[in-house]
Nanobody
């Protein structure tokens, strides 16, 4: 079982990035999938969720209206589209998959928002 994030990088304020989380060993459509982030010196915080059945989404207030979580079942991949990025969005971003007793994390991808 593996979750591999990609798509991070350096972007200017107001810019956009799309993060990907490719899963292997399980089916993302059967799991609740999450994005979290952790800034230096801060605790890891929840960013967004997409549930398994129906695909309902939910967002932290700090990213609502700017970030979009989505899922491509054919590619077994979850995405986080991030628009209107702010310096305070700078963090390592992690993907997580949960189903019953199963709880998987990726290794993270760094996002830096700076001019």
């Amino acid at each position: 079982v593996q979750l591999v994030e990609s798509g991070g990088g350096l972007v200017q304020p107001g810019g956009s990035l799309r993060l990907s989380c490719a899963a292997s060993g399980f089916t993302v459509s059967s799991y609740a999938m999450y994005w979290y982030r952790q800034a230096p010196g801060k605790e890891r915080e929840w960013v967004a969720t997409i549930i398994s059945f129906g695909g309902r989404t939910n967002y932290a207030d700090s990213v609502k209206g700017r970030f979009t979580i989505s899922r491509d079942n054919a590619k077994n991949t979850v995405y986080l589209q991030m628009n209107s990025l702010k310096p305070e969005d700078t963090a390592a971003y992690y993907c997580r998959g949960m189903f019953r007793q199963y709880d998987y994390w990726g290794q993270g991808t760094q996002v830096t928002v700076s001019s």
